[in-house]
């Protein structure tokens, strides 16, 4: 219980209270093409979508099944 902290509240309830971790940060993660790979990965998504929507228009005729 030495990284801990037990307090006493009015009511003569105890309650611990862990202490708090260090934050780490791993040096050796380079973010530097993160926002780039992000714009290609949300542009793909993207044409998988529209994607899908022709396909459910084409088969179905509506532009979202069962809504429109």
């Given at each position: 219980?030495?990284?801990?902290?037990?307090?006493?509240?009015?009511?003569?309830?105890?309650?611990?209270?862990?202490?708090?971790?260090?934050?780490?940060?791993?040096?050796?993660?380079?973010?530097?093409?993160?926002?780039?790979?992000?714009?290609?990965?949300?542009?793909?998504?993207?044409?998988?979508?529209?994607v899908?929507?022709?396909?459910?228009?084409?088969?179905?005729?509506?532009?979202?099944?069962?809504?429109?």
């Open positions: 219980m030495a990284n801990s902290q037990v307090t006493t509240e009015s009511g003569g309830r105890q309650n611990m209270f862990p202490s708090e971790t260090r934050p780490y940060i791993d040096e050796s993660v380079s973010y530097d093409s993160y926002p780039k790979n992000a714009e290609k990965v949300n542009g793909r998504w993207a044409m998988i979508g529209f899908a929507l022709l396909g459910a228009y084409v088969t179905t005729g509506q532009i979202i099944p069962g809504i429109f």
